[in-house]
């Protein structure tokens, strides 16, 4: 019994010890069969491939010197963000130096100044003396602390400017000047611009509404003096009239369609057309007196027609004739040199369909629209997509699609009454 327990132990150990030996042997024998079959394989793989041409290899890759000798004489290297600066042909140029949104812009009667309303609470006056320079000196206006420019409008004067802007009372406007020099301050700062200084204030000039639109003219019409008028529009239903050179307010006008699209004036100063919630345009008449003064404004006219909202509206430059765009998907033409005190209601000469549509083949509207000063072409945008019409037809003659790097555009468009080539 007790050689049959030490046989026992004796004999145990080796068991495991030759169990051991047999696994290791057969995982090795499995591995060494798989590496086998591997190298195999990458021979194979190998062998079918093309045969290296060393010499032509050798002869496309440029040597370190040759590629540092064409480099030194080539181009500037243009990233793929300079390429896409410019957006179309006619994309002439960009004024940079905005630290926000730019809400609205307005060109001088002579195309030489351009103000800009930014988010970033600055208006910016830039100097195109040469519009393709690649800088431009502008004149910086920071804005009392708690208001956002939303609107500009220049005076008769190009060194003067009417700003409305949006604060916690409501709306404000400010009229800034070019700061006047002394002969011999003149001498010594040519290369610097003029400080602005703040020459009058208006505060919640509707109320606690802001302002839509702001736009100015020199009233030339009649017996009116050639000042300055300018049309404040706001979010609710009133738009208000005001001396631009000292801030007089000179009247005010009531759409009394629950909230205003926008107002304009008319070139000479003759009318003040507004777009709001229904579809009719209603147009006043600024009467001036002997003295040059606005002495009152009348309702003298609407324009019906549209099916839906009026978004947008502009003047031809004689100021006889509207161009009005809306939501039922159409532009239409109206003449408003009629003798409407003799119950003579303005024509429609013509009638376009907007041009545009989306994927689902439904008409879409533009937000903005200006006419160019010869009236011959018609530019609108829709989101960040900038167009321009055939004012005769209402053909489109040209296609910015992403004018803006996908960001719609805000501001208005400018027109202007330039007479430069």
Known sequence: MAFSSMETQTFLPMGILLSGLIGGLSVALFFAFYLRRKRNEVKTAVAQLPPENTNNDRASRPSIHA????HSHSKPHVSAADKGRRHHPLDLNTLKGHGDAVTWLCFTSDGRSLATACADRV???????DASSKSFKFLRINMPSGSHPVAVAFCKEASKLVVGAHNISGSSLYMYAEESRKPSEE???QSKLPLPEL???KDQVHDKKGILTLFGT???YGSADGSTIVASCSEGTDIKLWQGE????????????????MAVLSPNGRFVAAAAFTADVKVWEIV?????????IVKVMQLKGHKSAVTWLCFTSDSERILTASKDGSMRIWNI????HLDEDPKCLKVFPIPLQNEKGLVLHYDRMALSPDDKVIAVTHGCMLQWLSFETGEILDTADKSHDGNKILSQLCGGDSKRD
């Open 199 to 201: 020459k009058w204030e």
């Open 218 to 220: 020199s009233a030339t």
């Open 246 to 261: 000292n801030g007089k307010f000179l009247g005010a006008m009531d759409t009394n369609q629950l909230k205003n699209n």
């Open 67 to 70: 590629k540092n000798k064409s």
């Open 288 to 296: 001036y007196g002997k003295d040059g003064s606005v002495k009152e």
């Open 187 to 189: 001498a010594n700062q």
């Open 123 to 129: 208006v910016r006056v830039f100097k195109l003396d």
């Open 337 to 340: 040199n009629v003798r409407y």
